[in-house]
């Protein structure tokens, strides 16, 4: 019994975080748990592309 019940608050929990990110993605949330409400500036924002041009010797 106690493991059904353990079983059964795991899936609560994975249920809540599942729908909740699935909120805010479709908020346009950019940063999910960020502290300033998916506004982060630095810490959460994607790296910039590098550059991959070959360069050509002639």
């Not at 982060?40 to 910039?48: H, L, Q, R, V, W």
Request: proline share 5%.
């Amino acid at each position: 019994m106690a493991d059904i019940i353990i079983v059964l608050v795991l899936l609560l929990i994975i249920g809540l975080a599942v729908g909740y990110i699935i909120k805010a993605k479709k908020d346009g949330v950019k940063c999910i748990g960020c502290p300033s409400a998916g506004s982060c500036s630095k810490s959460c924002t994607t790296p910039p592309h590098k550059i991959t041009e070959k360069k050509k010797y002639t």
